[in-house]
């Protein structure tokens, strides 16, 4: 039997959390440095539970302003100062909900740029090992910060978008580039293509093989709800069994 963990990234301020979280079986909790409030998170926090949804911490660069979608160039130090307050804030909340944080995703540009940049993966990788040993990494299997984590002897975990588009290298396509993002119905072939042949498509040559431990989609969609909702049905529907990549 097949088998999928399907997250999503929440506490972000949109409007859909409580209703996409049943039908998720991990989710990415903003630690509000780009999007979200402390409502948003308690209130995400308190669903994870109540649906036995596991967490993870959604850390990213300190930019509310673009989402934390745009790459920053801040001093080292200054960037793990960051993200250790984002973390320790979110196992705060987390604890305070009677949850634990299981794992980290990187978010938005931090996410992207820590797959494609070795020494920023690097850095992130013995910070990660010093502080947050027992945390797994969820992170794109072709990646600087997959490859160097691993090396480093942490949990790490891969991860495919449903909904987002591929280069022949693995990475995903730039949200500035016609068609970085599928259509509902693209981003439902896309899956089963992932988790039923181990393989995804991409714009610049023929299908590349790709293994999976967990499929995301983005809560800040418009279509976030429904196109979880038809993801679920489709996986179910092709005898995928849904379960989180993180288990006790």
Known sequence: MYQIDLNADLGEGCADDSQIIPLLSSANISCIAHAG?????????????????????????????????LSMTLPPQQLLDSLHAQIDWLCQ?????????????????LYNDAAQNPALAQLLTEFFSQQYPTLALLTLPAGALFST????????????????????????????QSGAIL????????????VCQQQISCIDGPPFPLQAD???????????????QELRQALQQAGVHIRAFCQD
């Open 37 to 69: 409030s402390a409502a948003d998170v308690a209130s995400a926090l308190a669903c994870c539970r109540q649906h036995a949804v596991v967490v993870g911490a959604h850390p990213s660069y300190p930019d509310r302003a673009n989402f934390g979608r």
């Open 149 to 176: 984590a691993k090396q480093a002897g942490l949990s790490v975990y891969s991860e495919a978008f449903a909904d987002r588009a591929y280069q022949a290298n693995g990475q995903l396509v730039s949200r500035q």
């Open 183 to 194: 259509t509902q119905a693209q981003a439902i072939a896309q899956t089963l293509q992932l």
């Open 93 to 109: 909340q987390a604890q305070l909900a009677g949850m634990r944080v299981r794992y980290i995703k990187l978010h938005g540009a």
């Open 214 to 228: 967990s499929l995301c989609l983005h809560g800040d969609s418009p279509q976030a709800l429904v196109l979880a």
